[in-house]
T-cell receptor
């Protein structure tokens, strides 16, 4: 039980589909993050939210659209993805931006 | 971070031995360091962190050592157990943006029973 829950755990979609990844944290944290983990590459930070305000967009293509409706929930909306977007997408949360980040188990995304 | 080559560094130890996982970083301004453990099919799990005003910090069965002179970080695991088998990542950040972690590629630790 990580305290950070991601759904779905696996997702297969075509390049023209629209889907959303969901993250929920039960830790009372006020910062949430999206990361991309590709094979043979280090974890890449995508987006950061603090108190529901986006504080970082790490040069992520517009086909990825984050949403943070409250401090416990974070979404990643996906549209017109490319095969190279296939990866493990990890959500994390922290109690403040200067505190250790705690990760969920990720959504394994495959683009056909 | 660690080597950015195509192959993940690996470390194989016997159950009960101590393990040492190393990490090199290049940014002399790095002031916060953190170790994560990632088991197959799971997300990274926080192990221990250290700030640059310290050179050693201990947790339960783990110790992190920081050598700022040579920009080197290590994670020592005492009495390694099969459940310790995983990929271990170091991450660092600098300046006031502690959330902008730069991750290494990871080291695969295999514990043989």
């Amino acid at each position: 039980e990580t305290g950070v829950t991601q759904t779905p755990r696996h997702l297969v979609m075509g390049m023209t589909n629209k889907k959303s990844l969901k993250c929920e944290q039960h830790l009372g944290h006020n910062a949430m993050y999206w990361y991309k983990q590709s094979a043979k590459k280090p974890l890449e930070l995508m987006f950061v939210y603090s108190l529901e305000e986006r504080v970082e967009n790490n040069s992520v293509p517009s086909r990825f659209s984050p949403e943070c409706p409250n401090s416990s929930h974070l979404f990643l909306h996906l549209h017109t993805l490319q095969p190279e977007d296939s990866a493990l997408y990890l959500c994390a949360s922290s109690q403040g931006l200067d505190q250790p980040q705690h990760f969920g188990d990720g959504t394994r995304l495959s683009i056909l | 971070g660690e080597s950015v080559g195509l192959h993940l560094p690996t470390l194989s130890v016997q159950e009960g031995d101590n393990s040492i996982i190393n990490c090199a970083y290049s940014n002399s301004a790095s002031d916060y360091f953190i170790w994560y453990k990632q088991e197959s099919g799971k997300g990274p799990q926080f192990i221990i962190d250290i700030r640059s005003n310290m050179d050693k910090r201990q947790g339960q069965r783990v110790t992190v050592l920081l050598n700022k002179t040579v920009k080197h970080l290590s994670l020592q695991i005492a009495a390694t157990q099969p459940g310790d088998s995983a990929v271990y990542f170091c991450a660092e950040t600098s300046g006031g943006s502690n959330y902008k972690l730069t991750f290494g590629k990871g080291t695969l630790l295999t514990v043989n029973p």
